[in-house]
């Protein structure tokens, strides 16, 4: 069997890290069949591509293009693929062989303030749409997704499973003191902090942060709130409400802070918060739990379904209750020391070699499906 993978998204941060970890974990598993991996100019290779059985070609057709429905065809039957899987809901509507799509979540769907253009929106649906119509199957990180799907697409409920991502190999706490003082100095950190990781989207729920922060402090906690990622003009309106609150001195907007700091960063925390209200999966409960990072996150979407029992939930939209939480995770030992363990236990539930199996078996199914069909004819 030759497993093709749309890879050309694999630069950017948030799919580009899942395209990344699911390609090389297969390449590791599926030593038995060949592999064309679709790549964007000049992108270093997954790792595991160096061999024979693997082949790599740079591709320069635009994502959401109308060029890419007549190429990528082309490439896929001349390079003779027996099954696609483009780890984004983005699919050639002409199919040349058996297609598998990740949809990793329908966020602009549910939550419209994410896009608020509706012409945006409509787009986004339809090419959804189009996906789930034209694959042979769908693949989603969380039964929250799959449900979500379901109700915002339309997709038959047999079409489409939940294959767990997991963390980055290697992602773990940093031991080296040193490494870590060298990060947080560089990022102007100097005590102990709260930590928050994400973009800025009006369902992320900085506000809500930032008045739980405010009331801890209130409280006598002695510390700062980091805010870490790309906010874009969120930034103002964040910094705009911490002038507001009064606060202005107490909070660190880190910015966008990379793979190789990330590590450190959340090791030196003493809480890792999360206030979403919507999350498709929830990467970073896990990879705070994975650097040996106490947990408080809300009760919405997946995380709940993400974080087991090695989260405090909260619910932010009650300031009082969220403020309460993050106290209790930041002095009351005994129950860090349990949220660190279970946090620990909850990380390994989750796997790249199993996603990886999971997928393979996928790809065999819809490749026998069409074999099968093909016989019959």
């Not at 030759?2 to 395209?19: E, T, V």
Request: charged share 20%.
């Amino acid at each position: 069997m030759k497993i093709a993978f749309d890879l050309r998204r694999i630069q950017n941060p948030g799919i580009g890290r899942y395209m990344r970890c699911l390609t090389e974990a297969v390449l590791a598993q599926g030593c038995d069949h060949e592999y064309l991996l679709i790549l964007p100019p000049g992108d270093p290779k997954p790792a595991g591509s160096g061999v024979p059985n693997v082949e790599c070609i740079e591709s320069d057709l635009p994502y959401y293009s109308i060029r890419e429905q007549f190429e990528l065809p082309r490439i896929l039957k001349r390079h003779g693929a027996d099954v696609l899987h483009s780890p984004h809901f983005n699919v050639p509507l002409r199919r040349v062989c058996p297609t598998v799509a990740t949809i990793h979540d329908v966020i602009y769907l549910a939550c419209p303030g994410d896009l608020p253009s509706r012409a945006g929106r409509l787009y986004y649906s339809a090419m959804m749409r189009a996906a789930v119509r034209v694959a042979d199957r769908i693949l989603t990180d969380s039964e929250w997704s799959r449900i979500d799907i379901i109700h915002h697409i339309g997709c038959v409920p047999e079409k489409i499973e939940v294959v767990y991502p997991a963390v980055p190999a290697g992602f773990a706490a940093v031991k080296d003191v040193q490494q870590v003082n060298g990060v947080l100095s560089r990022l102007g950190i100097d005590s102990d902090y709260i930590l928050y990781t994400g973009i800025y989207k009006p369902r992320k729920n900085h506000a809500a942060l930032l008045h739980a922060f405010c009331r801890l402090l209130g409280n006598g906690i002695r510390a700062k709130l980091v805010i870490a990622g790309p906010l874009d003009g969120g930034e103002i309106i964040l910094r705009q409400l911490t002038s507001t609150l009064g606060i202005e001195n107490h909070v660190v907007f880190a910015g966008f802070v990379s793979d190789h700091d990330l590590p450190a960063l959340y090791t030196g925390a003493r809480i890792y918060a999360c206030p979403s209200l919507y999350e498709g999966f929830g990467f970073t409960i896990l990879e705070a739990m994975a650097c040996c990072v106490p947990v408080v996150c809300s009760r919405e979407t997946s995380l709940p379904e993400v974080a087991g029992d090695a989260a405090l939930f909260a619910d932010p939209r009650n300031i009082d209750e969220f403020a309460g939480a993050l106290e209790q995770a930041f002095n009351n030992e005994s129950l860090r020391h349990q949220l660190i363990a279970r946090g620990l236990a909850n990380v390994k539930r989750f796997s790249w070699a199993r996603a990886a199996s999971h997928a393979l078996s996928t790809y065999k199914q819809v490749c026998g499906s069409e074999l099968e069909k093909a016989v019959c004819a």
